[in-house]
């Protein structure tokens, strides 16, 4: 059994890795300081990213979808291939073995990846919480009476950007 494990050390480590971040990021869930100063640091990373992103003419994460199925599927022939080629029943449990824990380590840092830069947002408190704004209920009318407001104020500061022909068609929806 030490044979096996020391075989496949590296992937085991990788699994290790992985499990060890998702156990770290569940346990700090409850804890929105923790939650709050890894946002901060993934809200850093995620602005990097864009601005990297911004850079091309095309969608990044679009062209990182297409990579990953091609990816996906130029592995799974490729580990079958390996696979196929071993010449003994042991060889080949030991290459079917390395490329399923493979494929279970990529599929894990890419969700350790998502926990990192886009799950923390959700443990974080709320704007709500923040800053003691809460929403609450509103009638109809009270709606209807602040959205003619804001176009008196649009035809008295803003009637050159906002033609008034446009204004007077948006006041004519409201009834």
């Known amino acids: 059994m030490k044979a096996f494990f020391l075989r496949h050390r590296k992937l085991h480590l990788w699994l290790l890795a992985d499990l060890v ?25 995620r602005r990097f990213l864009g601005g990297i992103c911004y850079l091309v003419p095309f969608s990044v994460m679009e062209a990182l ?11 799974l022939a490729w580990s079958i291939a390996a696979v196929v080629r071993r010449k003994t029943a042991s060889d080949r449990l030991h290459r079917a073995y390395s490329a ?20 923390v947002h959700y443990y974080t408190p709320s704007f709500q919480d923040l800053s003691g704004i809460y929403a609450q209920p509103v009638a109809e009318e009270d709606l ?5 407001l804001i176009l ?12 008034p ?11």
């Open 165 to 175: 022909a446009r204004i007077e068609e948006m006041a004519a929806g409201l009834g």
């Open 100 to 119: 399923l824990v493979g494929a279970v380590c990529v599929g894990l840092t890419i969700y350790v990846g998502f926990c990192g830069l886009w799950g």
């Open 65 to 75: 979808c297409v990579a990953l199925v091609v990816f996906a599927a130029a592995y």
């Open 144 to 148: 209807l009476a602040v959205h003619r």
């Open 152 to 163: 008196r104020a649009l035809r008295e500061v803003n009637a050159r950007d906002y033609p």
């Open 21 to 45: 971040l998702l156990a770290a990021f569940f346990l700090c869930r409850s804890h929105a300081g923790i939650m709050t100063a890894l946002a901060s640091g993934a809200t850093a990373v």
